[in-house]
């Protein structure tokens, strides 16, 4: 850190590249995803205890239901969303080589994004009845 | 058994997270009040994990 | 990648043991860390017996004592000896805590007193640890009072402050130990926020004649810098002052979001 090869004075290597100006959105946006998962997760427990022990026909009915399709789709949202920038910080936290974060980062997206959209298609198949 | 855990890996991500959300509004910061809210988080979790299953078996157990 | 490990010249191996001082009737362990940069050795922990009966209560009355009778060579900072300088921060029995507030008989249940200096900063000597980032993380948040409109001859008053606020406001130095709690953020040598720094940053963005706020709140937004902090509390629970840099960086969060929303 401060070791003498560096040629930097202590500020600089403080103040670095200096602020990224970001991240009140990322903070904003878990919470927004938080609030509406504490307000979803009582109907989508419902819906799960009600899929108990059904067959594919009778899960499909039910999931077919056009407001519990959306509070579904609203939970695949909100949770998909706050996994991604929850990882994210994880990812932040404990990956330091800058190249294997952005890489890191990167492959979270691509996954996050891949799940929300295989759910949505997945609930939006049975609800359209094909 | 896995998807019990899960369950209570949910609750209490949930619990927890409700504790930040006190946190972030400014309450809360005083040290036996940290210990409630963590212990509280914790105890709740489990609590809300124990009661989802039992009536997963009520509703669940006719079918 | 996270380092679970000390590097290979960190490794503690080996330590001298002092013989117990002669004709004490009680005594009590310590287990100090000893690091020469001069004789090219991994550091170790040497064990030492104080006489409880000839030295003070605390922590730092041990270390003195075996300064000055055992053994010259220990190296540590110490100053005012009463918790307002925090010269004697160092990490005691796993906790960082300062020397001289912290008694000996309330640590290691009645086994070994084990000092070693703080964690993850870079050590000078023994117990002395490196502190050149932690003022240039200090003068990173410009802690003065910056303002355009001139100053009058009868000078600016603050607005009325809370004791909370009051008690923010003091420019308290053993805050310096509360930078090392967060150790995961302090592998990497880069920009590193640190309670203390942000617990400061609070305290000019809450001044009533600070004309910089938007400024200062500007310099905060990052993502490796106010939003690294996970609201652990690591800090709260440790501070011996009884601060809680969590609670201040909830609150520059919170006007982070009032401005934008």
Known sequence: ?130 | MIVFGYTWALMHHLCSGIRHFVWDLGYGFKANEREALTWGALIAGISLTVLVWIIAYAVGGGR | MVEFALPKNSKISGGKTWPKPAGATETREFRVYRWNPDDGKNPSVDTYYVDTHDCGPMVLDGLIWIKNHVDPTLTFRRSCREGVCGSCAMNIDGQNTLACTKSMHDVGAGGAVKVNPLPHQPVVKDLVPDLTNFYAQYASIEPWLKTTTPTTAKGMEAEPRGPREARRSLRVHPVRLLLDLVPELLVEQRTLPRPRRLLQATRWVTDSRDEATGERLDNLEDPFRLYRCHTIMNCAKACPKGLNPSEAIAELKFKMVERQI
């Open chain 1, 1 to 130: 850190m401060s070791g003498p090869s560096s040629m930097r004075t202590p500020l600089e290597r403080v103040r670095g590249l200096g602020s990224a100006h970001t991240g009140t959105s990322d903070f904003w946006r878990q919470r927004l995803t938080a609030v509406a998962m504490t307000l979803l997760i009582v109907p989508v427990i419902v819906v799960v205890i009600m899929l108990i022990g059904r067959n594919h026909a009778g899960a499909a009915q039910i999931l077919g239901s056009i407001p519990i399709a959306i509070i579904l789709l609203l939970f695949i949202v909100a949770s998909t969303w706050h996994m991604k920038i929850g990882m994210q910080v994880v990812i932040e936290d404990y990956i330091h080589n800058e190249k294997l974060k952005i890489a890191s980062v990167m492959a979270n997206n691509f996954f996050c994004v891949a799940v929300a959209l295989a759910s949505i298609y997945a609930i939006l198949k049975l609800s359209s009845g094909v």
